[in-house]
Every structure is written in C-alpha cells, then in structure tokens.
C-alpha cells in the first residue's frame, strides 16, 4: 500500500515540496471522472444504485438507494425471475435513471448477477429495462462476479491476502486474494434463496451445504489466512453478532470475529425469537428470513476453511467496479490517507497545515511503527475539519466523525484510537463523553499516545505562519525525559499564554520537562 511516501518529493507543475505525503491524486485529471460515479447492482435478492463521491481512492457514498425485490425467488423451481421482483425491479431501475441525471452520474454502470444469468426469462428482462429505461446491463458470470467482489475488498484494504466469500440471494462466490491481486476463484449455488428450495428440512440442506462447501474447498485449496464477507446477509450476521456481545461501536466496516463467535452467533440466531432479533438490530424483514439459511453456510465455510480471522467488508461488487476504473497509481494509494486529504482540503481552514503539522509532532513519535505513524498522520490532516462545530461540541464531534464516518482501511481499535487523539486536539481530559465505553477497546498505552498525539496537535495548531512555513521543531529525549522546543525568531511571538498552556500540558502528559530554544 502507496501512502505517498514514495512518489516524489517536489511536484514538477507547481514546484510543491510535499515531503511523505506526496502529490494528492484526487484533483489529478487522470482520476477526475471518478469523482462522480453510479453503479447499479441487479442481484437475486436486491437492487441498488450508489454514487460514488469525493476522494476517488477512498469515495463517499453520495447516494445509496436498495429495493428488496426478491428477483431470484422461486426460480429453482420455475426457471424465471419472480414476476413480482421484476416488476418492482424495472420500476426501480427507471427511478435510478431518473435520479442518476439529476445527480450527474450518467452513464450507470450496471451489471447482474446470479438470478439473471440463470434464469431463461433473464435475456428478456434486459431486454425491457434497456427499451423502457435505456439502462444496458451486463450480465455476469459467477467467476467475474467474485472477481468485482475481491476487487471491492482490495478498495478497502490494498495488498491483502485471504479468501473473500460473498453471499447473494441465489450464490456465494469465493475469491483468493494475494498480495493485491486476484487469483482462483469460483461459485456455488449456496444463497439463502435457493437454499430455501432444497428438499430434505434442515437434515437435507445441511448435507446440501456441506457437500458444496466441500467442493469448493477441493478447487480453492486450504485458505489459512483472513476470511472477507462481502454482502448484505454476512453483514446481518455481524450485526446480530454484536447484539449478541453488546458491542458498542456499530461499523459493519473492518468489524472482526472468530471462528468461535461465529458459531456461537449462528446458535443465538436459532435461539432467538427472530421478530424481536430484527427489530433490535435494525434487520429488515425480508432480509431476517435469510438470515438463519446464511448462518448455516457461514458455519460450514469456516469449519472447512480454518481461517485465522474473519473481518466484514462493506466493499463488494459495487465498489469493484469502481475500483476496476481506476488507473494502477489511484489503486496503490492508502485509502485512509487520501481521504482525509480529500477531507482537509474541502473543510479544514488552512488545507496542507497538517502536513506542517505532522512533519512538527512528527519527532515525538519517531520510535511509533509505521502503522501508527500512519494513523497519526491521519489525525494532522482531520485535525480542523470540524472547525465550525459548536465549541462546546467540537471535540465529540471530532470523535464521532473518526469511529464512525466512511473510512477505509481502519481496524476498529484504529477508529478510537484515531477518535482520542481528535478529541484531545480540543480537550484536555476525555471523561465525561458519552464515548467512554468504547475506550477499553484499546489498551492503555494506546489512549495515553492518543493523548499525547491529540496534545501535540492542539499545541502545533497555535503555530500557523504564512502557508508552508516551519515554526520549528520537536526534539525529544525519552531517556531524560525533556522535550525540546526550537522556534524560529519569526514564530517566537506566536508562544502566547494560550499556547504556553497546550505546551505545558502536552508536557505533562509525556511527564517530560521543557527545553525552549530561539533559532536564527
């Protein structure tokens, strides 16, 4: 994963030193077209429009619009689409065209899945969406199906490695992924909706699911390392899961669980009165009926897998296809990184002070590894972006933003460790919140470098000069504990009261004590 580091110190065009960070790509014209754009998703249990948004590498959803159409029910038994499901399905396609030029994010880019593709009505149905609504859909197989589905994982976590498993209404799709690239992969008829046809009851499609599973396990091979679940019925699972454990940060997003928590989820499922397990998890009904089916597969794939973690990925098809536009330099990018760049430079109110500020705290924390230092270099470039939050708001704001916004390439412990240090950009104690439960999600060195990196941040923001310019610089002695402040003539009159305050306090927190230096 490319966060910059690499890429050219000084721009050629414009003559910008950008130090680590390098030139951000989403104003580059080479990924301008995908500022902007819509998919649309034909899948045996549902259809959806998203439009993609702001930063290319790491986009917003600007629009997210899903209707439960069921197009593949029944179709094991009658060969053809439902009729009802497709009936909604086209008038919801008409509505997506409709909003897709009013949003400018023509033309969609629309495919079909499992259902279309199976059923002998399928042809047809394109057919009618393409004259009623001008809307053309390919149709997919089920190899380029988990293909799009690994390359939407690959959006959110660059270079992974593992076994990217996505559910649909009619299919599950398994995909390797190495080193950023996709290898094997195949498909099954084990979706929720078909598994509802198998004879036998539970005895029956149990032995259906195993010897499937099993199959798929011959072609693939021993997948050992993580398990991505991609679609709508792993990640009700993952929402039951948390129910279950009374986990307080609901981000489907990067969300992990064992082995163990699945098969236990899968029996809280069976247990649980299914009405109530909908409503208190915010489960749509439609999707609550497939929910058991799907937690038997999930069952079975990782008693045949073994993989050493599973983790949920909001990213799938959809994003693929983003993700497929995209030149090889966009794809290298950090997501996290560019997003917040995106983000700065649309909110903050002096954009490319943090990479100022990052350079400036950037010696406090020499001996962090590289993924730390890279979550730091996160919370520079969000520093000010909720500047217009109510000042006594301001610092949850921050926090809430961090754990909760459309982030990608964060583990969860990341998100509040990223969240502590932007409430400590504006507070100096985090008690009082109504965030303090999720603190214990991170060990305690963690919240006191979140702290620390908060501190510094709330200090080193006092320090702004004319674009570009350094104030000075950090040295810091951890054997002596003194930390080190060398300002320049020019940024002398700048270490008012106030800001003498942050310092003191920053040095509090490090237990240090403080050297002031003037350099000419």
């Given at each position: 994963?490319?966060?910059?580091?690499?890429?050219?110190?000084l721009?050629?065009?414009t003559?910008?030193?950008w130090?680590?960070?390098?030139?951000?790509?989403f104003?580059d014209p080479?990924?301008?077209?995908l500022?902007?754009?819509?998919?649309?998703?034909?899948?045996?249990?549902?259809v959806r429009l998203?439009?993609?948004d702001g930063?290319?590498?790491?986009?917003?959803?600007f629009?997210?619009e899903?209707?439960?159409?069921?197009?593949?029910?029944?179709l094991?038994?009658?060969g053809r689409?439902?009729p009802e499901?497709?009936?909604?399905a086209l008038a919801?396609i008409?509505r997506?065209?409709?909003?897709?030029?009013?949003?400018?994010a023509?033309?969609?880019t629309?495919?079909a899945?499992?259902?279309?593709?199976?059923a002998?009505?399928?042809?047809?149905f394109?057919?009618?969406?393409e004259?009623?609504?001008?809307?053309?859909?390919?149709?997919i197989?089920?190899?380029?199906?988990a293909?799009?589905?690994?390359?939407?994982?690959?959006?959110?976590w660059?270079?992974?490695?593992?076994?990217?498993?996505?559910?649909?209404g009619?299919?599950?799709?398994?995909?390797?992924i190495?080193?950023?690239?996709v290898g094997?992969?195949m498909?099954?008829?084990?979706?929720?909706l078909?598994?509802?046809?198998?004879?036998?009851?539970?005895k029956?499609?149990?032995?259906?699911?195993?010897?499937?599973?099993q199959?798929?396990?011959?072609?693939?091979?021993?997948?050992?390392d993580?398990?991505?679940?991609?679609?709508?019925?792993?990640?009700?699972?993952a929402?039951?899961?948390?129910?279950?454990?009374?986990?307080p940060?609901?981000?489907?997003?990067?969300?992990?669980?064992?082995?163990?928590?699945?098969?236990a989820?899968?029996?809280?499922?069976?247990?649980?009165d299914?009405?109530?397990?909908?409503n208190?998890?915010?489960?749509?009904?439609?999707?609550?009926?497939?929910?058991?089916?799907?937690?038997e597969v999930?069952?079975?794939v990782?008693?045949?897998?073994?993989p050493?973690?599973?983790?949920?990925?909001?990213?799938?098809?959809?994003?693929?296809?983003l993700?497929?536009?995209?030149?090889?330099?966009?794809?290298?990018?950090?997501?996290?990184?560019?997003?917040?760049?995106?983000?700065e430079?649309?909110?903050?109110?002096?954009?490319?002070?943090g990479?100022?500020?990052?350079d400036?705290?950037?010696?406090?924390?020499?001996?962090?590894?590289?993924?730390?230092?890279?979550?730091i270099r996160?919370?520079?470039?969000?520093h000010?972006?909720?500047w217009?939050?109510?000042?006594?708001?301001?610092?949850?704001?921050?926090f809430?933003?961090a754990?909760?916004?459309?982030?990608?390439?964060l583990k969860?412990?990341?998100?509040?460790?990223?969240?502590?240090?932007?409430?400590?950009?504006?507070?100096n104690?985090?008690?009082?919140?109504?965030?303090?439960?999720?603190?214990q999600y991170?060990?305690?060195?963690?919240?006191?470098q979140?702290?620390i990196?908060?501190?510094?941040?709330?200090?080193?923001?006092?320090?702004?000069?004319e674009?570009g310019?350094?104030?000075?610089?950090?040295?810091?002695f951890?054997?002596?504990?003194?930390l080190?402040l060398?300002l320049t003539?020019a940024?002398?009159?700048?270490l008012?009261?106030?800001?003498?305050?942050?310092?003191?306090?920053?040095?509090?927190?490090?237990?240090?004590?403080i050297?002031?230096?003037?350099?000419r």
């Amino acid at each position: 994963m490319d966060d910059g580091q690499d890429s050219a110190r000084l721009d050629a065009e414009t003559g910008t030193d950008w130090g680590g960070f390098g030139r951000p790509l989403f104003a580059d014209p080479s990924v301008r077209d995908l500022r902007r754009v819509g998919v649309v998703d034909v899948g045996s249990n549902s259809v959806r429009l998203v439009v993609f948004d702001g930063a290319a590498r790491s986009p917003a959803y600007f629009y997210n619009e899903k209707i439960m159409c069921a197009l593949g029910a029944g179709l094991s038994e009658t060969g053809r689409l439902n009729p009802e499901g497709r009936r909604r399905a086209l008038a919801a396609i008409h509505r997506f065209q409709l909003l897709a030029h009013g949003m400018d994010a023509v033309p969609l880019t629309a495919v079909a899945t499992a259902a279309v593709r199976e059923a002998e009505d399928g042809a047809e149905f394109v057919a009618d969406v393409e004259r009623q609504t001008g809307l053309r859909i390919q149709v997919i197989p089920g190899d380029e199906e988990a293909r799009l589905s690994a390359q939407g994982v690959l959006l959110g976590w660059p270079g992974s490695y593992g076994l990217v498993c996505d559910i649909g209404g009619s299919s599950m799709e398994l995909a390797e992924i190495k080193g950023g690239e996709v290898g094997r992969r195949m498909t099954s008829p084990l979706g929720p909706l078909k598994l509802t046809e198998v004879k036998g009851g539970r005895k029956g499609r149990r032995a259906f699911i195993k010897e499937e599973v099993q199959k798929m396990a011959a072609q693939m091979g021993m997948q050992r390392d993580r398990l991505f679940l991609v679609g709508g019925s792993w990640r009700a699972i993952a929402r039951i899961d948390m129910d279950r454990q009374n986990y307080p940060l609901h981000v489907l997003h990067e969300y992990r669980m064992s082995t163990k928590a699945v098969r236990a989820t899968a029996e809280y499922i069976r247990e649980q009165d299914l009405g109530e397990l909908r409503n208190r998890c915010g489960i749509s009904s439609a999707r609550m009926e497939l929910v058991p089916l799907a937690s038997e597969v999930l069952a079975e794939v990782v008693r045949t897998f073994h993989p050493h973690d599973i983790a949920v990925s909001s990213y799938g098809i959809r994003e693929g296809m983003l993700y497929q536009q995209m030149p090889p330099e966009l794809r290298d990018r950090d997501p996290l990184i560019e997003a917040c760049r995106f983000a700065e430079a649309k909110d903050a109110r002096l954009p490319g002070f943090g990479r100022t500020l990052y350079d400036f705290i950037l010696p406090i924390f020499r001996a962090a590894k590289p993924d730390r230092q890279r979550i730091i270099r996160a919370a520079c470039l969000l520093h000010d972006v909720t500047w217009r939050a109510h000042p006594d708001y301001r610092a949850e704001v921050c926090f809430d933003n961090a754990t909760r916004a459309n982030l990608g390439g964060l583990k969860h412990s990341e998100r509040i460790y990223l969240g502590l240090a932007l409430l400590h950009r504006y507070r100096n104690k985090r008690e009082g919140t109504s965030f303090e439960e999720l603190y214990q999600y991170i060990p305690p060195e963690d919240r006191l470098q979140a702290e620390i990196v908060g501190k510094a941040m709330r200090f080193g923001a006092m320090l702004w000069l004319e674009k570009g310019a350094i104030p000075g610089e950090f040295r810091w002695f951890p054997k002596k504990k003194v930390l080190e402040l060398r300002l320049t003539e020019a940024a002398w009159p700048l270490l008012g009261e106030v800001a003498m305050s942050r310092l003191k306090s920053l040095a509090s927190s490090l237990q240090a004590e403080i050297d002031l230096k003037m350099v000419r």
